[in-house]
């Protein structure tokens, strides 16, 4: 079974084309700048083999459409390509950022499901509207290959009310659906899955946290299986401390601002998504950098480090305290694979709560690789899971066709 991903955001579309049987990538590319100057793609035939061929360049790509029809012929192009046509595929995997409380697992695609996902458009203004683009073009092109959504939110639909209500007048739950949904689902699904598998047991045997820190950071508790909690709330500016989001402030932040500087909500909005986090408190928004400059001795690089981890910690501490027990914390995405000193530094006080790094095995850690990190005499495990949203969101696409 052949299995096209798109992640269509408002001015990009990342693709992947996986063979399912063995789990193979036949190809994979970004086209970004989609509407604007300077729009380019970048294709890769043959990823991770000896007979990869990476195709790139810039050209003008002025809609969602021009650009899938791009992905289409870069796929199928005889020099670019690794499928005759589109006949070949089986079926597209889209995801879809949200899915409010309407999409707790992927669906078939079809005019209900194109509505029910311009229903939460609200909720994610910024992200939804690419989703359905992808969707929209690539019925257009490709007529009668079947479309499944699969959404960021998804995974975290079976946490309790007490995770996923806020503590404020419960009409706006009702009329607004105002409330914690979660993000990164897909990611965190994929990672618990990987540890239930390192582990030697099921999904539904396997309570764990994981931790996803990339450009965008969250976290989620996991009991056997299910979510129970996670960082992102409404929208994914929520906890974590994030490359130039804020993560948890108070509340109270916003009538200061108001008041003292005359901001409006929007320049808050903005502030807090855009200029916060460790470019707000540094200047740098990449980790690496920041690595840099703490070498050189920075002290507001050092600082944005360790409340980055503090916050890590912290939501280590309070999953911890939810969960019965916790068999394992699995660090992820780029920040969370590639980063020792981050993990040491989030896991330096938690002893007392049974989690104790090796140093050693924590430095040695291989990229791409499923590592433990933990001493043999830490009682809760410590994983390093490299995360494949592309790869789930396919499984899950694989999976929907084969029961439908
Ligand atoms: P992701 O969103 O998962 O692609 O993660 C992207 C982020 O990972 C970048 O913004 C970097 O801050 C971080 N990152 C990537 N490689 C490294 C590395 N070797 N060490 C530390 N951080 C890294």
Redesign the pocket.
């Given at each position: 079974m052949i299995i096209l991903v798109l992640n269509s955001g408002s001015s990009s579309v990342k693709y992947q084309l996986l063979e399912m049987q063995d789990k193979t990538l036949l190809a994979s590319g970004l086209v970004e700048r989609i509407g604007q100057s300077g729009s380019a793609y970048k294709h890769e035939r043959l990823p991770g083999t000896d007979t990869s061929q990476v195709f790139s360049n810039e050209q003008d790509i002025p809609d969602h459409s021009t650009a899938l029809d791009l992905v289409v012929k870069l796929i199928t192009g005889e020099q670019t390509g690794v499928i005759k046509d589109v006949s070949s595929i089986n079926g597209i995997g889209h995801r879809i950022v949200h899915g409010g409380e309407d999409f707790n697992t992927p669906i078939l695609v079809d005019d209900d499901v194109v509505e029910g996902i311009r229903a939460q458009i609200p909720l994610a203004p910024l992200h939804n509207p690419g989703g359905l683009a992808g969707i929209e073009t690539a019925k257009r092109l490709m007529p009668g290959i079947p479309n499944v959504a699969v959404f960021d939110t998804a995974f975290h639909q079976t946490m309790p009310p007490e995770a996923y209500r806020m503590a404020i007048p419960a009409e706006l739950y009702s009329e607004l659906k105002i409330r914690r949904y979660g993000f990164h689902g897909t990611s965190h699904l994929y990672v618990a899955k990987q540890c239930a598998a390192t582990l030697g047991q099921t999904l539904e045997q396997t309570s764990c946290i994981t931790v996803h820190l990339?450009?965008?950071c969250s976290m989620a508790a996991v009991k056997q299986g299910r979510c129970v909690d996670t960082s992102m709330g409404l929208t994914p500016l929520a906890g974590l401390v994030m490359?130039t989001r804020s993560g948890d402030v108070d509340p109270a932040l916003h009538a200061f601002l108001t008041d003292k500087k005359g901001y409006s909500i929007q320049d808050i909005d903005n502030l807090l998504n855009k200029k916060s986090g460790l470019l707000g408190l540094c200047g740098d928004?990449?980790?690496?950098d920041i690595?840099a400059r703490i070498d050189k001795g920075d002290s507001d690089a050092e600082l944005a480090l360790k409340i980055f981890c503090r916050r890590v910690t912290q939501y280590i501490g309070q999953y911890m305290a939810i969960l019965d027990k916790t068999q394992a914390i699995c660090f992820t995405?780029?920040?969370g694979e590639?980063?020792e000193r981050v993990r040491e530094l989030s896991c330096a006080t938690l002893s007392g709560l049974g989690v104790v790094l090796d140093k050693k095995r924590n430095q040695e850690v291989r990229r791409g690789e499923i590592c433990e990190i933990s001493s043999p005499e830490s009682r809760v495990k410590v994983l390093v899971i490299p995360t494949n949203e592309e790869l789930e969101i396919a499984t899950q696409t694989a999976q929907v066709l084969s029961s439908s």
């Open positions: 990339g450009n965008g490359g928004n990449d980790m690496r690595h995405a780029g920040v590639n980063d």
